[in-house]
């Protein structure tokens, strides 16, 4: 079946920089996208989100940016600090029968250095 | 505003035996979830239930049973626990189905 995946599984940068997550999706009839950050120990939290009539939605530090054409969808967070060492993960909602349910990616481990 | 809260937070339980995960949101959403998450595998969909009065089958129901008690509170039983669901479980609502999710905190079971 279809899935999300993502490119890199580890990311590391420095307090400052800016950090860039990528995920790759297959599925072309998926139409909403949602990023989500997970916290050791916790569950994960939504971050920003995404419909495919848009290729670009920004939030506060954070960019989500969609390439229908490759399938690519990436997550830039600016300014990264310690706070957002974490597992990113991507979500998919490919319509159709599996409306609603969204499908996760394995995740990307964001490791920020002071 | 609590949010999604579940409960017990961690669970050890025997071969064999039963028990009930309990999730509750105050957000009156009405689409509710549970999900599992193992190393390596990410989240997987157990049930849903898209309203009140409904549920289905996600990716992995075999040994699991849900029961979507009212608006607020959305249950999953493991009626004869195997170590194969030895896993973090996580309980998600949404506004409607397609909306995005919000989880609770997670309950971490031990099946030995």
């Known amino acids: 079946g279809e899935s999300v995946g993502l490119h890199l599984p580890t990311l590391s940068v420095q307090e400052g920089d800016n950090s860039i997550i990528n995920c790759a999706y297959s599925n072309s009839a998926s139409d909403y996208f949602i990023w989500y950050k997970q916290e050791s120990g916790k569950g994960p939290q939504f971050i920003i989100d995404i419909r495919s009539n848009m290729d670009k939605r920004q939030g506060q530090r954070v960019t989500v940016l969609l390439n229908k054409t490759v399938k690519h969808l990436s997550l830039q967070i600016a300014a990264t600090q310690p706070g957002d060492s974490a597992v990113y993960f991507c979500?998919?909602?490919?319509?159709?029968?599996?409306?609603?349910?969204?499908?996760f990616g394995q995740g990307t481990i964001l490791t920020v250095h002071p | 505003n609590a949010g999604v809260t579940q409960t017990p937070k961690f669970q050890v339980l025997k071969t064999g035996q039963s028990m009930t995960l309990q999730c509750a949101q105050d957000?009156?959403?009405?689409?509710m979830y549970w999900y599992r998450q193992d190393p390596g595998m990410g989240l997987r969909l157990i049930y849903y239930s898209a309203s009140e009065g409904t549920t289905d089958k996600g990716e992995v129901p075999n040994g699991y049973n849900v029961s979507r008690l009212n608006k607020r509170e959305f249950s999953l039983r493991l009626e004869s626990a195997a170590p194969s669901q030895t896993s973090v479980y996580f309980c998600?609502?949404?506004?409607?189905?397609?909306?995005?999710?919000?989880f609770g905190s997670g309950t971490q079971l031990s099946v030995l």
């Open positions: 979500a998919e909602n490919s319509g159709g029968t599996s409306y609603g349910k969204l499908t």
């Open positions: 998600a609502s949404s506004l409607d189905l397609g909306e995005k999710l919000f």
């Open positions: 957000m009156n959403h009405n689409s």
